[in-house]
């Protein structure tokens, strides 16, 4: 074996363990991006020339008044927008560097890449166990026993379990809101997203449950990628390494979040997140 | 200082007297819902009453020679037509006489459960279709002729099913099963003579078809009315269509579904005249396979109506008040069942108006 082969293999050995320590090494430092991203629905145009970058492992916050294009926008990440009546789409939304919509991508493996979590809890009619692992079983990333063992882990992951391990065949709607939204991040967490979708996720909580989740979500990077809509501006501010701002379909303001809040660029951002508009 | 109109005052005490007499009405009216709410509550419980009473006296004759042989006896035979009369445990019969429910009751399960079999996954399915599976344009119209099917009269389809669907059924689709069936038991049910087309399947199809309809509307109704956020929820975590009517919605509707198809089975049970047209009408004998004639409750009451009220002893008619009491007591029975069911398929089921 000559000299260069050898390198060139020890130089492939080593890749191959720092991949094996580092799985995202070589795929792009941004795991979602838009660009140029104009929406529409029958016409009427939603969001216009959006081009945001999501670093991996990072929260951002999208904040803005409401009928910005925030939730359409979110909604659109993971396609869910796809089949609204209207649905007009230019620009792209590269999932680590290839388009969402490129046939190459499956729509259900896109989803499971990019989870989401809406503005109310929503379990389904089955057990709580069997919320925790409905997306598993609709993966078939696991079955049988394996399943009661993935409830446990997301379980105790968000901290429910010593809450539902008595009653994890009993139904999820006499669960508090709050631990109904906990099960539904559970359920989400399961599938093993890389990004997270958070449409104003603790609207509908009390602050006590707001706190719960939200300490919830700061222990999920960097494994994860958040991107949360909030009306919440205090929200906004404590979770988020990066804040945006939608203003009447537009990207307003995208930034640093303590630059986003005490700097702001825009005008319109400023008079927002003083609290004079919104 | 505040200044009164005058004009007012006067204005005041005119609207103060209409006021009272439409208080006196309203208190009338108050009354006329309680009180008539709880007279119109009697209404369908007298009548079931009565008519379970008035159905147990007609066979009380019947109930009384046959006993508990009524269920498991298949002769059906009105005996002398000719004046013979004999005497069994007190009541006058003509000689010879002897009735036994059983092919008729067996016959009635039978056709009620192919036609639950064949309609409610057609039905699931046809509700999926209208409400996920096809554009609006074309799932609107469409809903709207399953409802107009609902309303088509029994005895056209009757018509059709003997006319036109039995002989199809028994010439180009039954011995393709039939043929290919080994003689082994339990699998043979399912081979031998498939006849004309009139029979046990023929029957149960039809009345599948004819309650298709009530369960798949019923059901595209339920399914609309699941909310939105449990569906997109289960979509966004990558579930497919089929999954998320499958695990979210149909779960979600249950209880309603599970109505639906009782609705249905009360319909197929108590059919009259349709399977009277299709199954052959054969009394006496329980079909040996899935194709043989037969005859359901309905059905004979209605087919043996007019001779029945040629016995002189009235036994002939109490035989069929029997029968119809014994159709009475499985539609009872299904409905208690189905709430059985409803309430414990309920337990972790969606709570009602619950997003």
Known sequence: ?278 | MIQRAPSTVGETRRDDSSRRVRRAWARREESLWRVGGRVATLVPVGALAFLLVVLAVKAWPAIKVSGWGYLTGSAWLPGSTYGGVEKVHGVAIPVGAHYGAWPLLAGTLQTSAIALIFAVPVSILTAFALTEGLPGRIARPLGFVVEVVAGIPSVIIGLWGVLVLGPFLAHDVYPLVATHVPNVPVLRYFGGSVGYGEGLLTSGLVLGLMIVPIIASTTRDLFLQVPALPQEGARALGMTDAEVARRVTLPWVRSGVIGAAVLGLGRALGETIAVAMVSGSVLGVVSPNLYGTMTTIAATIVSQLDSAATDGTGFAVANLAEAGLLLAAISIAVNLAARAIVRRSGALGAPVGRA
Request: glycine content about 8%; overall charge neutral.
């Open chain 1, 1 to 278: 074996m000559d000299e260069v082969t050898r390198h060139h293999d020890a130089d492939a050995h080593v890749a191959s363990v720092l991949r094996t320590l580092d799985p995202d090494r070589d795929r792009p430092a941004d795991v979602l991006a838009a660009e140029h991203l104009t929406v529409g629905f029958g016409g009427q145009g939603v969001l216009r020339d959006v081009t945001v970058a999501l670093p991996r492992g990072t929260v951002t916050a999208i904040i803005g008044p409401t009928g910005s294009g925030k939730s359409t926008f979110l909604r659109t990440l993971n396609r869910m927008n796809d089949r609204v009546r209207g649905f007009e789409r230019h620009g792209d939304v590269l999932l680590d560097g290839e388009s969402i919509w490129s046939p190459s991508h499956d729509l259900l493996a896109v989803r499971r890449r990019v989870g989401m979590l809406f503005q109310r809890p929503n379990p389904f009619p089955m057990s709580i166990r069997d919320n925790v692992v409905a997306g598993v079983r609709a993966h078939g990333i696991a079955r049988g026993k394996q399943l009661d063992v993935v409830a446990e882990i997301r379980l105790r992951e968000v901290g429910l379990w010593d809450a539902v391990k008595d009653r994890l065949h009993g139904s999820p709607y006499r669960l508090s809101g709050g631990q109904q939204q906990l099960l539904c991040l559970a359920r989400a967490l399961a599938v093993g997203p890389e990004v997270l979708l958070l449409d104003e996720p603790t609207s509908a909580l009390d602050p006590m449950s707001t706190e719960a989740v939200e300490a919830l979500f700061k222990t999920l990077t960097p494994a994860l990628t958040l991107l949360v809509v909030t009306h919440n501006l205090g929200q906004a501010r404590r979770l988020s390494d990066a804040t945006i701002l939608f203003y009447d379909g537009e990207l307003a303001e995208h930034g640093a979040t303590a630059q986003v809040f005490e700097q702001p660029r825009d005008p319109r951002t400023a008079r927002y997140v003083q609290g004079l508009v919104g």
